[in-house]
Structures are given as structure tokens and as C-alpha cells.
């Protein structure tokens, strides 16, 4: 055979096996993280199945709530639109959770509440808020 | 009154660069060598318009002129100067500025370096630039203007000031070293376009084109190496790499970029794969433009995208435009790019470097599809499925795995043909070396990709000094130096190629970084005074909570006592956790922060976050990672800097050419 030819079957070959590849990895993730169902707050509240998923939404003000016994441990509600989500999480928290914080949780949901082990928060690059006439600036007591 | 000037400069660029355009295309119609002089000469001007621009809004920044709206937004009076300066690169329309000034310089630089060269090409190259250079001025006019004044009908005391995230200096340089590299790929671009189109032949241009790529190949290198570099120092997740959709913006040129660099030098030495190497540089370009897409218009939902906004659309018609107006040409061209040469055979450095091109546009491919996915899922199926790093982990590490192999079996390879006898004597001693390891490394223990990894690396790194002591032999034999003498006069010789190799030794170190991340070991727990408590065999002992008021923030500080097995004391790690704006009145307005502390060593890093504070129970919360190998992601990538230093020093006979 030619080695042009030989070639030009190596490279298709390749080609072929490497799309293969990428399409199989595609549908057979060996981790259930791989690929996530992303869903709004209406719909997990209709749906029964316990597949993993991930939600957005805006954790509603003051519904912030840290255990007494672990400090790792948080339970908040997820607000989208006029849907509520009552979202558990263990785990460290990104420093941007707070009341009104665009965040992304993924888990499962069982028995009315989310059970999440991701918890993201949108990067905020800039600070939101509207700017502000010049104000006083006092040291209140701290909190996170 | 400086704002005004500054919009008022960015709308004269745009005049004079539709201008020029007229200018250099009445040129390429009639030939008449005024119109160029003109054309050219306005292409200058605009360059200068931007920089100018570029500079009053720095000069906006630093002064702290919160009347315009990008300053009060990135920057307050507490932010320190040098931050003040890099806020011009923390928003949109400013690093949409920053884009086009970085361009702007090239564009002078190449100006000025090819003033007496390549007169048919020139007009269409500024051409292209100032194309490219119009549509990020059209974007900085009248999409978003960085000199924009402040719709508040107040005066306003104080900024917003920038994210503490970005206050770190690494995160300073990293976003323009990576502009450098993103932006850079338009010079070659315009090249290749313009020698498509004036169907210019001869290796020259070529030359000159791979030593740009090459700058702006490092420059992009170190820009991915970089944010990598300040995730894993800043961030608190204990990964220098997400595969984010924005990181992945970056890497998809960056592998398209890196196959360009194998196969030119065939097109420059051989005359070879002209058509090949023309896609390979449109695609790296559309892929630049793409990234900036990807990062800026928010259509991904990462961790570093922006809301909504109206460049999503513009952008992607821009790619669109690109695409189309590449393809026509190529296709057009085809006939006439045709080469008369094969490549002789499979056993072939030529092939080798064939390989190689394939295999990094595969990996850009499955990039790119896991990338897009979630949009195409969503427009298709209306589902949204979110795509996770372990899809392009499984995805990924064979693709790279074989790539790690071909960084060593291309430079064994001869051009034209590898003998049989060759063969077997060039591949005995890697091979049997690296069989040899491979055993070794699974009586250790080690099982799966890790395995073929340290192997692979073993391999490559055996094929290379092979490669190294047979060109320092024949000198030794033939001229008598010394092993010294003939490495170094070896190396002076042939720049590009040892430099390629030892860019090829820092790809290893980086690869046993990776297969490190095999053993990461995290844990998260809570500690009182004098409690402890251990991640593997290391144990950690919390001594004491200290507090302290800083200019810009409040602080806690752990002392953590990390000992070893035998109670060996390791270090003592300071992670801490602020607050920034403390004295906000707003409790929602502080902003809480953890600043890492990571105890290196090349054998592994012990990475601390101080996670959350009990404060009434004295208990603080940490999240504790064992990382092994890091280190060597980051000495990998110095050596690539070197090597890359070494192919890009002039030799003396260019020095006499210039």
C-alpha cells in the first residue's frame, strides 16, 4: 500500500475510534457527577424520582439558619421566582453565602427537603448593590 | 473633561480605522503606493487613538473619579493603587478596552517590523487587524463605554471598590499575560489570510509568523498556568484546574495553538501541509474570539461569567462571520495550496507531527463538546444538563495520555523515514527503561492510569536524553569537545528544536503533577483549643485564635500545629478568616474571605482553609487537604517557560539578518 494511503486510513481510523470515544463517554459517565440535570425549584417539587440534580436560585432572606451543634451544618431556603426549597447542606461554605446570594446547590431530594453536597455561589466580579450616598460607617458587632 | 476625551478618542479610532480600510482596499484595486503610505498611516493612528484612551481611563482609576460609572463600580478610595491600576481589566467593557489596546500595541510593533517587507500581503494583514481592532471599538462605543458617567443624581462618596478575590497579585497579572496570548493570535491570523489570499508562497513569511505564535504561545501558557497558580492559592477548593467553562475558553486555542506550533515547522521545512496549518491557525483565532464570547457574555452559567448582556449575540455573529469568511477562502484556495509533496511514511517524524495535530484537535473537540453541551441539550431536548470536570477527566486523560506518549516518540522519529535497524536502536533503551518502571511501579502498588502515566513519563523522559547525549556524542567524536562545550554549541545550533525538548520535559513534570491528584486526600472538621484531630498519617492541633483589626479588614487567625506520625512537628499553618467592609453597617454587604495557608514540599502540599467560626463555643471549622505532586505542575511549568525562552532566543545568524 502507499504510505500516503496508509496514512489517511491511520488518521480516519483515529478519528473515528477518538469521536467514538468522546460520544460514549458522553452517555456512559462513570460518575453520576459527570453530567447533571440542571432543573428550576417548580419542578423538583413535582417530580418523585431520586435522581441527582442541580437548582439556582436566591437564598431567601433571613431563612439562613447554622446548627447549634456543627457549624458546617446550614439549612436555608432556596427562593425562584415564587417557589420555595427547603435546602440542607454539610460542608464549607463559599464566602459569598449570604441572605440573597445567587447560589447553585446539587444533591438529592428526599422527604421535602434538598439534601445538597454542592453548594456554589455565583462570583459576583463586582459587588452588587446600588451605589450609595455618602453614609456613616460603624463597627457593629460581626458575624458570619 | 477627561472622560469626554477618552469616548471622544474611541469614536476617532473607529473613523479613522473604517478610513483606512477604505483606503488600503482603493490601494489593493488601483496599486497606487500613496494610498498604502495613507492607509497605513491611519491604521498607526488608530493604534494610538486606543492606547491613548487605554491611558485615560487608567488615569480615571487611579485618580478615583467615581463620575464615571466602570471607576465607581471597580474601584473605592480604600483600594490600593496598584489595584486601582488593575481594575482596568476586572470588568467588562474595561478588559474589552484592554483587549483592543493589546492589539493596538501589536499592531505597532508589526507595523514598524515589516515597514520595508512583504508589500502585496501588507495591505490585506491591516486589513484584518483593523477589522478586528473596529469590532471591539464598535463594542467599547456603543455597547459598553467604559467612560460612561454615573447615572446616580448624587455625588457619590465611595466606589464599590473590587472583589478581595482579585486583590491578590498573581490575580493581577494573570488576566493581561493571558490577553497577551489570546489577542497575539491575530497577527498570525492576518498572515495566513493574507497569504491565502495573495497566494503568497516562500518560507519567510512562515518563519516570521512561528516566531509570533511562539511569543504568543508562551504568553498564553503562562496566562492558563497563572489562573491555574491563583485558583488553587486563592480559591480554597485545593485544584488548580475545574474545566470551567471560561478555563476551558483558554485551553481550546491554547491545544489548537500548540498543534499549529509542531506543523509549521513542516510547512516552513518541507513546503508541506499548507492547507492543514491555514485551518489550524483560522481555528485558533475564531477560537480567541470565542473564548472572549465565552468569558464575557455570561452565556454559560461559571463561576466567573457576567448577567446577561447584549454581547452575547454580537459576539457569536462576529465568530459566525469568521467562520464563513474562512471556510469560502479556504475552499477557494484549495487548488492552489495543493502541495506536490507526501509524506513518505508512516515511520516518519513528518507523520509524527501529523499525529500529534490530530490528537490535539481531538482533545479541543472534547473541550468544545463538553463546553457547548449544556446550550445544545437545552436548545435540542429542553433540558439543561450541566457538564462536570469528571465528564472531561474520563473524557480526557487517555487523549492526554497519548499525547504525553507522542512527546516522545516524535523526536526518535527521522524525517522522511525511520530504518527498521534505526528503529530498534533509537526505541530499545526508552522502551525497555520504561518497562522496567512500569513493573516497578506496580510491585509499589500503583494500579490504572497511574501506572501508564508514570510510565509514559518515564518513557519520555528516557527518549529524550537519548536524544540529547547521541547529538552531544557525534560532536564529541567529530570535533573532539568536551560534553559541556558540544551540549552548549549543540543547543545554540538548533534553538528550536532542544528548546522543544525541554518543553517537552516540563510537559512531563506537569504530567506527574497530574497523576498526583490520584492520592488527594480532604477532610473537614471542627477543632476547640488544644483539640486535634488527622487526615491520613498527619495530625493537626489548633494552639490558639487570635483576633485582629486590619485598614480594610477584620481577622481571625488559627494557629494550627501540624505534626507527623511520630509527632514530628511539620509546620504551623496560619489560615485565617476576614471580613472585608466590617464596619458596613449592612451585615449583608461584609464580604467574608479565607486566606489559605499551604505548607509546600516537593513530595506534597498540606493545603488549610479556616472554613467557619463558632464564636460563642470557641470552636473554629477547617477544611483540610493533602495534595501530593502539586509542585511539580508548577516546575513543569517553568521549565516550558525556559525551553520556550531557549527556541526563541535569536541565533547569530538571524541577529546578522535584522
Given at each position: 500500500?502507499?504510505?500516503?494511503?496508509?496514512?489517511?486510513?491511520?488518521?480516519?481510523?483515529?478519528?473515528?475510534?477518538?469521536?467514538?470515544?468522546?460520544?460514549?463517554v458522553s452517555?456512559?459517565p462513570i460518575d453520576?457527577r459527570a453530567m447533571?440535570?440542571?432543573?428550576?425549584?417548580?419542578?423538583?417539587?413535582?417530580?418523585?424520582?431520586?435522581?441527582?440534580?442541580?437548582?439556582?436560585?436566591?437564598?431567601?432572606?433571613?431563612?439562613?439558619?447554622?446548627?447549634?451543634?456543627?457549624?458546617?451544618?446550614?439549612?436555608?431556603?432556596?427562593?425562584?421566582?415564587?417557589?420555595?426549597?427547603?435546602?440542607?447542606?454539610?460542608?464549607?461554605?463559599?464566602?459569598?453565602?449570604?441572605?440573597?446570594?445567587?447560589?447553585?446547590?446539587?444533591?438529592?431530594?428526599?422527604?421535602?427537603?434538598?439534601?445538597?453536597?454542592?453548594?456554589?455561589?455565583?462570583?459576583?466580579?463586582?459587588?452588587?448593590?446600588?451605589?450609595?450616598?455618602?453614609?456613616?460607617?460603624?463597627?457593629?458587632?460581626?458575624?458570619? | 473633561?477627561?472622560?469626554?476625551?477618552?469616548?471622544?478618542?474611541?469614536?476617532?479610532?473607529?473613523?479613522?480605522?473604517?478610513?483606512?480600510?477604505?483606503?488600503?482596499?482603493?490601494?489593493?484595486?488601483?496599486?497606487?503606493?500613496?494610498?498604502?503610505?495613507?492607509?497605513?498611516?491611519?491604521?498607526?493612528?488608530?493604534?494610538?487613538?486606543?492606547?491613548?484612551?487605554?491611558?485615560?481611563?487608567?488615569?480615571?482609576?487611579?485618580?478615583?473619579?467615581?463620575?464615571?460609572?466602570?471607576?465607581?463600580?471597580?474601584?473605592?478610595?480604600?483600594?490600593?493603587?496598584?489595584?486601582?491600576?488593575?481594575?482596568?481589566?476586572?470588568?467588562?467593557?474595561?478588559?474589552?478596552?484592554?483587549?483592543?489596546?493589546?492589539?493596538?500595541?501589536?499592531?505597532?510593533?508589526?507595523?514598524?517590523?515589516?515597514?520595508?517587507?512583504?508589500?502585496?500581503?501588507?495591505?490585506?494583514?491591516?486589513?484584518?487587524?483593523?477589522?478586528?481592532?473596529?469590532?471591539?471599538?464598535?463594542?467599547?462605543?456603543?455597547?459598553?463605554?467604559?467612560?460612561?458617567?454615573?447615572?446616580?443624581?448624587?455625588?457619590?462618596?465611595?466606589?464599590?471598590?473590587?472583589?478581595?478575590?482579585?486583590?491578590?497579585?498573581?490575580?493581577?497579572?494573570?488576566?493581561?499575560?493571558?490577553?497577551?496570548?489570546?489577542?497575539?493570535?491575530?497577527?498570525?491570523?492576518?498572515?495566513?489570510?493574507?497569504?491565502?489570499?495573495?497566494?503568497?508562497?516562500?518560507?519567510?513569511?512562515?518563519?516570521?509568523?512561528?516566531?509570533?505564535?511562539?511569543?504568543?504561545?508562551?504568553?498564553?501558557?503562562?496566562?492558563?498556568?497563572?489562573?491555574?497558580?491563583?485558583?488553587?492559592?486563592?480559591?480554597?477548593?485545593?485544584?488548580?484546574?475545574?474545566w470551567?467553562?471560561?478555563?476551558?475558553?483558554?485551553?481550546?486555542?491554547?491545544?489548537?495553538?500548540?498543534?499549529?506550533?509542531?506543523?509549521?515547522?513542516?510547512?516552513?521545512?518541507?513546503?508541506?501541509?499548507?492547507?492543514?496549518?491555514?485551518?489550524?491557525?483560522?481555528?485558533?483565532?475564531?477560537?480567541?474570539?470565542?473564548?472572549?464570547?465565552?468569558?464575557?457574555?455570561?452565556?454559560?452559567?461559571?463561576?466567573?461569567?457576567?448577567?446577561?448582556?447584549?454581547?452575547?449575540?454580537?459576539?457569536?455573529?462576529?465568530?459566525?462571520?469568521?467562520?464563513?469568511?474562512?471556510?469560502?477562502?479556504?475552499?477557494?484556495?484549495?487548488?492552489?495550496?495543493?502541495?506536490?509533496?507526501?509524506?513518505?511514511?508512516?515511520?516518519?517524524?513528518?507523520?509524527?507531527?501529523?499525529?500529534?495535530?490530530?490528537?490535539?484537535?481531538?482533545?479541543?473537540?472534547a473541550?468544545?463538546w463538553g463546553?457547548?453541551f449544556?446550550?445544545?441539550?437545552?436548545?435540542?431536548?429542553?433540558?439543561?444538563?450541566t457538564v462536570g470536570p469528571p465528564f472531561f477527566n474520563q473524557v480526557n486523560?487517555?487523549?492526554?495520555?497519548?499525547?504525553?506518549?507522542?512527546?516522545?516518540?516524535?523526536?526518535?522519529?527521522?524525517?522522511?523515514?525511520?530504518?527498521?535497524?534505526?528503529?530498534?536502536?533509537?526505541?530499545?533503551?526508552?522502551?525497555?527503561?520504561?518497562?522496567?518502571?512500569?513493573?516497578?511501579?506496580?510491585?509499589?502498588?500503583?494500579?490504572?492510569?497511574?501506572?501508564?502515566?508514570?510510565?509514559?513519563?518515564?518513557?519520555?523522559?528516557?527518549?529524550?536524553?537519548?536524544?540529547?547525549?547521541?547529538?552531544?556524542?557525534?560532536?564529541?567524536?567529530?570535533?573532539?569537545?568536551?560534553?559541556?562545550?558540544?551540549?552548549?554549541?549543540?543547543?545554540?545550533?538548533?534553538?528550536?528544536?532542544?528548546?522543544?525538548?525541554?518543553?517537552?520535559?516540563?510537559?512531563?513534570?506537569?504530567?506527574?503533577?497530574?497523576?498526583?491528584?490520584?492520592?488527594?486526600?480532604?477532610?473537614?472538621?471542627?477543632?476547640?483549643?488544644?483539640?486535634?484531630?488527622?487526615?491520613?498519617?498527619?495530625?493537626?492541633?489548633?494552639?490558639?485564635?487570635?483576633?485582629?483589626?486590619?485598614?480594610?479588614?477584620?481577622?481571625?487567625?488559627?494557629?494550627?500545629?501540624?505534626?507527623?506520625?511520630?509527632?514530628?512537628?511539620?509546620?504551623?499553618?496560619?489560615?485565617?478568616?476576614?471580613?472585608?467592609?466590617?464596619?458596613?453597617?449592612?451585615?449583608?454587604?461584609?464580604?467574608?474571605?479565607?486566606?489559605?495557608?499551604?505548607?509546600?514540599?516537593?513530595?506534597?502540599?498540606?493545603?488549610?482553609?479556616?472554613?467557619?467560626?463558632?464564636?460563642?463555643?470557641?470552636?473554629?471549622?477547617?477544611?483540610?487537604?493533602?495534595?501530593?505532586?502539586?509542585?511539580?505542575?508548577?516546575?513543569?511549568?517553568?521549565?516550558?517557560?525556559?525551553?520556550?525562552?531557549?527556541?526563541?532566543?535569536?541565533?547569530?545568524?538571524?541577529?546578522?539578518?535584522?
Amino acid at each position: 500500500m502507499a504510505p500516503k494511503n496508509k496514512i489517511v486510513i491511520t488518521v480516519t481510523g483515529f478519528t473515528l475510534v477518538a469521536l467514538f470515544w468522546i460520544y460514549w463517554v458522553s452517555v456512559n459517565p462513570i460518575d453520576e457527577r459527570a453530567m447533571v440535570k440542571f432543573i428550576s425549584v417548580q419542578e423538583i417539587l413535582q417530580t418523585e424520582d431520586n435522581e441527582r440534580v442541580r437548582i439556582g436560585g436566591v437564598v431567601a432572606d433571613g431563612s439562613i439558619t447554622l446548627s447549634s451543634t456543627n457549624k458546617l451544618e446550614v439549612a436555608f431556603t432556596l427562593k425562584e421566582g415564587d417557589s420555595f426549597l427547603p435546602v440542607e447542606f454539610i460542608g464549607t461554605r463559599p464566602d459569598l453565602f449570604k441572605n440573597g446570594a445567587e447560589v447553585i446547590v446539587e444533591g438529592l431530594y428526599q422527604e421535602g427537603s434538598f439534601h445538597a453536597d454542592i453548594l456554589q455561589t455565583k462570583c459576583a466580579s463586582r459587588y452588587e448593590g446600588d451605589l450609595r450616598d455618602a453614609s456613616s460607617y460603624n463597627l457593629n458587632e460581626i458575624e458570619i | 473633561m477627561t472622560p469626554v476625551l477618552g469616548s471622544v478618542s474611541l469614536s476617532l479610532a473607529t473613523g479613522f480605522g473604517i478610513l483606512s480600510v477604505i483606503l488600503l482596499s482603493l490601494y489593493i484595486r488601483s496599486g497606487d503606493y500613496r494610498l498604502f503610505l495613507a492607509g497605513r498611516r491611519m491604521a498607526i493612528i488608530v493604534s494610538a487613538l486606543v492606547i491613548i484612551a487605554t491611558l485615560l481611563l487608567v488615569k480615571e482609576l487611579i485618580t478615583s473619579n467615581f463620575d464615571v460609572d466602570y471607576v465607581a463600580h471597580y474601584t473605592s478610595i480604600e483600594t490600593p493603587t496598584i489595584y486601582k491600576f488593575t481594575a482596568l481589566w476586572a470588568g467588562q467593557s474595561g478588559s474589552l478596552l484592554f483587549w483592543v489596546f493589546i492589539l493596538s500595541i501589536y499592531s505597532l510593533i508589526m507595523i514598524f517590523q515589516n515597514r520595508n517587507r512583504y508589500h502585496r500581503m501588507m495591505p490585506w494583514v491591516l486589513c484584518v487587524i483593523l477589522t478586528v481592532q473596529l469590532f471591539f471599538l464598535i463594542l467599547t462605543n456603543f455597547i459598553t463605554n467604559p467612560f460612561e458617567p454615573t447615572n446616580a443624581d448624587f455625588v457619590i462618596a465611595n466606589g464599590l471598590g473590587l472583589n478581595p478575590l482579585l486583590q491578590n497579585l498573581t490575580m493581577a497579572i494573570h488576566p493581561p499575560v493571558l490577553y497577551l496570548g489570546f489577542v497575539g493570535f491575530t497577527i498570525p491570523f492576518a498572515f495566513t489570510f493574507a497569504a491565502l489570499l495573495t497566494n503568497e508562497k516562500g518560507s519567510l513569511w512562515v518563519r516570521s509568523i512561528r516566531r509570533w505564535s511562539l511569543v504568543t504561545w508562551l504568553a498564553l501558557s503562562c496566562g492558563i498556568i497563572l489562573g491555574g497558580w491563583w485558583a488553587y492559592q486563592e480559591l480554597g477548593w485545593g485544584g488548580y484546574w475545574a474545566w470551567d467553562p471560561v478555563e476551558n475558553a483558554s485551553f481550546m486555542p491554547w491545544l489548537t495553538g500548540t498543534a499549529f506550533l509542531h506543523s509549521i515547522i513542516i510547512q516552513e521545512k518541507k513546503n508541506m501541509l499548507r492547507v492543514w496549518n491555514t485551518i489550524l491557525i483560522m481555528l485558533t483565532f475564531a477560537l480567541t474570539i470565542f473564548g472572549t464570547f465565552l468569558t464575557r457574555s455570561g452565556v454559560m452559567s461559571s463561576v466567573h461569567s457576567f448577567t446577561e448582556s447584549p454581547l452575547g449575540p454580537i459576539f457569536l455573529a462576529f465568530v459566525a462571520i469568521i467562520v464563513t469568511v474562512c471556510a469560502i477562502l479556504v475552499f477557494q484556495g484549495l487548488p492552489k495550496m495543493k502541495s506536490d509533496k507526501h509524506i513518505e511514511s508512516l515511520t516518519s517524524r513528518e507523520s509524527g507531527f501529523l499525529f500529534n495535530n490530530v490528537v490535539f484537535v481531538t482533545m479541543c473537540f472534547a473541550v468544545f463538546w463538553g463546553t457547548i453541551f449544556p446550550v445544545i441539550s437545552e436548545a435540542v431536548r429542553g433540558t439543561k444538563i450541566t457538564v462536570g470536570p469528571p465528564f472531561f477527566n474520563q473524557v480526557n486523560v487517555p487523549i492526554g495520555l497519548l499525547l504525553l506518549m507522542l512527546t516522545g516518540v516524535g523526536p526518535l522519529l527521522a524525517w522522511r523515514r525511520t530504518s527498521r535497524s534505526n528503529f530498534i536502536k533509537y526505541f530499545s533503551i526508552p522502551v525497555g527503561l520504561a518497562l522496567i518502571a512500569a513493573i516497578v511501579f506496580l510491585l509499589f502498588g500503583f494500579r490504572g492510569y497511574v501506572v501508564i502515566s508514570l510510565t509514559l513519563s518515564v518513557f519520555v523522559v528516557v527518549a529524550i536524553i537519548t536524544e540529547f547525549k547521541r547529538g552531544i556524542q557525534a560532536r564529541v567524536n567529530r570535533f573532539g569537545e568536551s560534553s559541556f562545550v558540544a551540549f552548549r554549541t549543540m543547543v545554540r545550533k538548533n534553538r528550536s528544536r532542544y528548546g522543544g525538548y525541554f518543553v517537552h520535559l516540563g510537559i512531563v513534570l506537569m504530567f506527574i503533577g497530574f497523576t498526583g491528584q490520584a492520592f488527594n486526600l480532604k477532610k473537614e472538621f471542627g477543632l476547640g483549643i488544644n483539640d486535634r484531630e488527622h487526615v491520613g498519617d498527619i495530625n493537626f492541633e489548633l494552639k490558639q485564635l487570635r483576633e485582629e483589626e486590619r485598614p480594610n479588614h477584620f481577622a481571625w487567625i488559627a494557629e494550627l500545629l501540624v505534626t507527623g506520625k511520630d509527632g514530628n512537628s511539620i509546620t504551623t499553618l496560619l489560615p485565617e478568616k476576614r471580613i472585608y467592609f466590617h464596619r458596613d453597617p449592612n451585615p449583608d454587604r461584609r464580604q467574608p474571605h479565607s486566606e489559605l495557608d499551604i505548607h509546600t514540599t516537593l513530595k506534597g502540599d498540606i493545603y488549610s482553609v479556616f472554613s467557619s467560626i463558632d464564636t460563642d463555643n470557641g470552636i473554629a471549622f477547617f477544611q483540610i487537604m493533602i495534595n501530593p505532586l502539586v509542585q511539580f505542575v508548577w516546575y513543569g511549568g517553568y521549565m516550558l517557560v525556559l525551553g520556550t525562552l531557549i527556541a526563541l532566543w535569536p541565533s547569530k545568524r538571524e541577529k546578522l539578518l535584522t
